[in-house]
């Protein structure tokens, strides 16, 4: 990858970067100190994992890009960054400050391994749906693309989260199901295990953007947190708030149940950047056990 040539306090350098080499910068014709010594700063909160959300700040006015992509910062500089399931290991973030000074990370992220998980004895219908419902499950995924498609100024993402409901986890994230011997695509939450009617807390400040009955998920409700991170939760028994409601980090917004596809009652928690689908379990510490 080469970036351009990039002007500084009056001075010309060329940076040229790869993506498994520290870079090196010529500074007129002196060599300079590498970069990753240099005083721009960057903050993260998060680990470098495939399927991790990060969390980082830089000084107001500075710049962030992810392998070369610029990556939207607010006003407090605080900004997002997420790596799916099968994310390349290798990436680089880079931040130029208000004064044009480089900062570059090469990051490795660490591999995660995917069960594989086996479900046998679901009704075929669930497995391979009837054409009937087929109108209803476009539908369905029209509704909830529309929900996770804005980009809120909210920074409640920016807060700690805590788990939405107690319970043990029976399910994780980049699991692959095979439903009566069918693959299936990858599941994308994490399950939290509890009788119906368990309650489920927004997990931090968000706004809801979708509260549904949807063929596959059940009762689904979708929360903004901002900058497009969303949180879904699916299965549920009850909902208690409506679509343009703003909920309070630990309020109620639902119950566990076993609405649409599901083998029992549980909450399946999702988190999205985006259209990326990441694992809930990076943004959340400890377990959800009581
Ligand atoms: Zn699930």
């Not at 100024?153 to 920016?158: G, M, S, T, V």
């Amino acid at each position: 990858m080469l970036f351009k040539t990039i002007r500084t306090v009056g001075l010309v350098f060329v940076a040229l970067v790869s993506a498994s080499s520290l870079m090196s910068v010529s500074f007129a014709s002196q060599t300079v100190q590498p970069v990753q010594e240099s005083s721009v700063s960057l903050a993260i909160n998060g680990t470098f994992t495939q399927g991790a959300l990060v969390r980082g700040q830089v000084d107001k006015g500075a710049e962030v890009f992810l392998n070369g992509e610029r990556v939207a910062a607010n006003k407090d500089g605080k900004f997002v960054i997420g790596f799916e399931r099968e994310a390349p290991l290798e990436q680089q973030l880079m931040v130029k400050s208000a004064s044009g000074e480089l900062l570059v990370r090469d990051i490795t992220l660490s591999k995660r391994e995917y069960d594989i998980q086996r479900i046998d004895g679901l009704e075929p219908k669930m497995v391979t749906p009837p054409k009937e419902v087929s109108a209803r499950i476009k539908q369905d995924n029209i509704n909830v693309a529309n929900a996770r498609s804005g980009n809120s100024e909210l920074d409640a993402l920016f807060t700690k989260f805590e788990w939405p409901a107690t319970g043990p986890i029976t399910g994780v994230y980049g699991s692959q199901r095979v439903l009566n011997g069918v693959p299936k695509w990858p599941h994308y939450g994490v399950d939290v295990g509890g009788p119906t009617g368990t309650p489920v807390y927004a997990p931090v400040d968000g706004v809801v953007t979708l509260a549904e009955d949807l063929y596959y998920s059940g009762n689904t409700l979708i929360l903004d947190h901002g900058m497009t991170v969303f949180s879904t939760f699916l299965h549920l028994d009850s909902m208690t708030v409506e679509v343009g409601d703003k909920v309070k980090q630990g309020e109620q917004i639902g119950t566990i149940g076993a609405t649409g596809r599901a083998t029992g009652p549980h909450l399946d928690w999702r988190i999205n950047l985006g259209k990326m689908r990441l694992d809930p379990q990076t943004v959340v510490s400890g377990t959800p056990n009581k």
